[in-house]
């Protein structure tokens, strides 16, 4: 195997494939022709992490005889060629669905992708005429042709064609209708050159032609939104997994859904197929005045019209949504979404936006190869918590940040709220590294300041639409004893750990109940995290102590006003979290504070404090965050419980 040509295949297939100007949610594909065989990036791989080793081998002679066949073949004759070529197949994998126009292209190297400023010429109803005044004989056009044998076939035609009437061979770059591009070459240097060619010289001809265009003043998208995504969160997706719907009201989206160009994406059509994959053919529409009625009646008024539930939004002039079984999904479908609404702008700017029509987006929508793509890429391992949207206050360290681990681990999407924004947006972007693309993300949280709880709810509603589970978890602890406690330290430890609480819950349970009012079998959760301090009084821990007592009482009285919006409001009194930050820091941690209280009569070092607290659990051990995500899900599958206390303390404190 030539790995130079291997090398070069893979250098600029995870170049491009990682540039969302080139690529989005994986799309495109690329090959290299070995030794008589075809290798090529399977389908639901992304250009941007694929291998040598995820290639798959297929022989050309017999994609090229299936190419030129009359011979009907049986199921879809793309795959039924693929099989019979087939080398190998790691993983089991099927190659990618283009793989006979790779094969008919004699450059070693093949790249296909779908620029946004090519499209804006391949999506044009001027395309052919555009290409031959930009580029001449440097490149073919081929108009909109559906996937797989036709598409190759007239890929073929177009380049004999091409040969026919200049005499030369047909040139790297190949203008694919409705599509994308194809550049070829027997290097990783000319396919780069190809492809960033071309899109500097389209680029020049959208700005030579671009007018300046009004711009849309900043619009207050934040009502709307509080209203349409936890509407639309609540009628999409399933009782047990809602859709994460996250939204987008940037000015591409204020301005250019008003633009004709931007009103054919609305009302005409897509672009490209893989705007019919991940974002549907056609956005629901809603008028700004909408309210959760209106919402429900247009979303049942779409399902009767195409048979399925939308996955775009629009609102126009102000916000768009998009819909997915998580976040991923759902920034997948509303970029690609944005995407067409930029290139449909741009087309608009050197000619007219063509818009594929019913018979050409009727075949991708029921074509198998995309489905089966689709379904490879989208792929995960369901956990106990799988499609659940938590918020956790509090959880840039200690059990906050634990709890929020072993939920992700569980398959939660997780907002980390914190005062301590940096921290948190920091662990948020390490648990998203490791967890994947969306499973968490950092807003900044005051949780004594009304505005500031009500402006975290409104930042996590608008990237996931809603949240089923809000676990109000920051707290503060200042020990000290009744007549030495300064006021300042005791309103502090009560307006953070009481009125904290009630504030999360005052913004968060409009957003639980549009979500329960759209689904009424959902059930959604406000979990507190108590402490084994609300359970009994705390020597010397006064304030910490009677927060915790009144968090109890706020817990049950929430859970009787709550509960006919279907929202369960429990609490969790964990142990003692002996190895968090809250005990361990060396200057503000309770080992150090409650020595300085004496709360441990004789003790003299942070040790003995230490073994004095593990004496007293019977499991001889503090808390740790796994003990207490466990009693999470259990709050969360019960859903025949309310208004309760659950401890979760190694037998120090027993329910009588």
């Known amino acids: 195997m030539n790995q130079t040509l291997v090398e070069d295949l893979i250098s600029v297939a995870n170049s491009f494939g990682a540039d969302p100007e080139y690529s989005r949610a994986g799309g495109g594909n690329a090959s290299v022709k070995l030794d008589g065989e075809l290798h090529i990036k399977p389908s639901g791989v992304p250009l941007a992490t694929l291998t040598a080793a995820d290639l798959v081998g297929l022989r050309l002679d017999v994609l090229l005889d299936a190419l030129h066949s009359d011979v009907p073949a049986e199921g879809d004759p793309v795959q039924a060629a693929a099989a019979k070529a087939l080398v190998n197949a790691p993983g089991g994998r099927r190659p990618s669905v283009e793989i006979l126009f790779h094969a008919l292209i004699p450059d070693a190297l093949v790249l296909h992708t ?53 005499g030369r061979p047909a040139p790297g770059i190949t203008f694919l209708g409705n599509h994308g591009i194809i550049v070829s070459g027997n290097s990783a240097a000319e396919l780069t050159e190809r492809a960033e060619r071309l899109t500097a010289t389209i680029a020049a001809a959208i700005g030579a032609s671009a007018v300046a265009e009004p711009q849309q003043a900043p619009s207050p998208a934040s009502g709307i939104i509080a209203v349409v995504a936890p509407t639309l969160r609540g009628l999409l997706g399933s009782a047990d997994r809602l859709a994460v719907v996250t939204s987008d009201s940037s000015e591409l989206v204020r301005s250019a859904t008003l633009t004709p160009a931007g009103r054919a994406v609305l009302t ?19 008028d700004a005045s909408a309210d959760a009625a209106a919402v429900t009646a247009a979303v049942a008024g779409y399902r009767e019209q195409y048979g399925k539930d939308p996955i775009i939004t629009v609102v126009p002039g102000l916000v768009a949504f998009g819909a997915g ?40 929508e029921n074509w198998e190869a995309e489905s089966y793509r689709k379904a490879v890429a989208a792929s995960t391992r369901a956990g106990r918590m799988t499609g659940k949207v938590v918020m956790v206050t509090g959880a840039a360290q200690g059990f906050g940040l634990g709890i929020t681990t072993e939920l992700l681990a569980e398959g939660a999407q997780v907002v980390l709220a914190d005062l301590n924004i940096d921290l948190a947006a920091s662990n948020a972007a390490e648990l998203s590294a490791r967890y994947g693309e969306g499973r968490a993300v950092a807003v900044k949280v005051n949780v004594a300041d009304p505005e500031s709880q009500l402006a975290a709810i409104a930042e996590a509603t608008a990237i996931y ?3 089923d589970v809000f676990i109000s978890n920051a707290g503060v602890l200042r020990a000290d004893g009744v007549m030495t406690q300064s006021v300042a330290d005791f309103d502090l430890v009560t307006s953070v750990n009481y009125r904290g609480y009630f504030l999360g819950v005052r913004a968060v349970a409009p957003v639980m109940a549009a979500q329960h009012a759209a689904r009424p079998e959902a059930l959604f959760d406000i ?22 007592f009144g968090g109890i009482g706020l817990t049950q009285s929430f859970a009787l006003e709550l509960i006919e ?64 995500a466990k009693a999470v899900y259990y709050i969360v599958d019960q859903a025949y419980e309310t208004g309760q206390a659950v401890p979760v303390t190694g037998g120090q404190n027993m329910l009588s």
Not at 332 to 359: K, M, N, Q, S
Not at 621 to 628: H, M, V, W
Request: aromatic share 8%.
């Open 565 to 628: 919006y279907g929202i369960k409001v429990n609490a969790i009194c964990p142990g003692n979290y002996l190895d968090g930050p809250l005990w361990t820091d060396p200057e503000r941690g309770l080992f150090v504070q409650y020595l300085r209280a004496g709360k441990v009569p004789g003790a003299t070092t942070v040790a003995e404090v230490r073994r004095f607290y593990e004496s007293k659990v019977p499991m001889r051990r503090g808390c740790l965050p796994a003990d207490l």
């Open 268 to 286: 005409d059509g897509p672009l490209i197929p893989d705007q019919i994959v991940y974002a549907g053919s056609f956005p629901l529409v809603l």
């Open 325 to 364: 079984a998580d976040l991923a999904a759902a920034r997948t479908a509303l970029a690609t979404f944005t995407d067409a609404l930029r290139v449909a702008r741009d087309a608009g700017r050197i000619g007219t936006v063509r818009c594929l029509d019913a018979a050409e987006r009727g075949f991708i």
């Open 465 to 467: 639409g809603g949240l």
């Open 527 to 548: 979990i507190e995290i108590n402490s084994k301090s609300g359970l009994e009084g705390s020597k010397r821990n006064f304030a910490y102590s009677g927060s915790k």
């Open 114 to 166: 779908h620029p946004l400023v090519a499209n804006a010429l391949t999506c044009n109803t001027d395309a052919e005429a555009l290409v031959a005044r930009l580029f001449g004989d440097e490149a073919v056009f081929v108009p909109y042709t559906d996937p797989g044998v036709p598409l190759a076939r007239e890929v073929a035609a177009r380049r004999n064609a091409h040969t026919a009437r200049t």
